[in-house]
């Protein structure tokens, strides 16, 4: 039985968008889902939502994934990189980026707010021997995080962005309160 943890982004919990779904899908395949409530998510900061992880996520191993939203995605990195095991089974990452995003994005009003999550080091090339399957998905007209950040991430990953034309941040509000495509990737990459 795999562990799979889900994990939120900015302004989100456990039972928004696609996560209830994916949670209960996976379960009905026999795979254990946790999905977390990461603290203070409106006003977040990075070495917070660290340490819960480090707290609440216990166990990690070959068979452990990991489902990654938008600033999800950069939190679960650095946790990763900082687990002392020696693999990772997974890591899907939805509009994911690791980095400051271009001056015209339109979290830029909030970009203060996300700087604690952008001043860690992160080794890219260790996670890449580290996490056996990974993999990215965005979509070209998200309207939070471009296509080009999610892209950087791949790249630093070296691994595979499927790349959609619509689907915006993949969020309720998208029309995402289930995420069949993100399902059966995790399925074909992970089994």
């Known amino acids: 039985m795999t562990k799979v943890y889900i994990i939120h982004g900015y302004q989100a919990n456990s039972q ?3 996560f209830p779904w994916l949670k209960k899908t996976l379960e009905i395949e026999g795979h254990q889902v946790i999905t977390l409530d990461l603290p203070n998510t409106d006003c977040p900061d990075g070495d917070e939502w660290l340490a819960y992880m480090k707290e609440n996520i216990t166990d990690v191993n070959k068979e452990t994934i990991f489902v990654a939203h938008s600033l999800g995605v950069i939190t679960t990195l650095k946790f990763i990189d900082d687990l002392d095991v020696s693999e990772v089974g997974g890591l899907a990452m939805v509009s994911g980026f690791v980095g400051n995003l271009p001056e015209d ?3 830029l009003p909030t970009q203060k707010v996300l700087d604690s999550f952008f001043k860690w080091e992160i080794d890219y090339e260790y996670l890449q021997k580290k ?19 999610s892209r950087i991430v791949c790249e630093k990953l070296n691994c595979k962005l499927y790349e959609k034309d619509k689907g915006g941040h993949f969020c309720k509000t998208d029309g995402y309160d289930a ?7 995790i399925v074909h990459h992970f089994d």
């Not at 996490?131 to 950040?149: N, R, S």
């Open 16 to 18: 928004d968008h696609w």
């Open 179 to 185: 995420f069949l495509y993100l399902k059966n990737k």
């Open 105 to 107: 994005a339109p979290l």
């Open 131 to 149: 996490i056996l399957h990974m993999f990215g998905i965005a979509a070209k007209d998200d309207y939070v995080v471009p296509i080009e950040a």
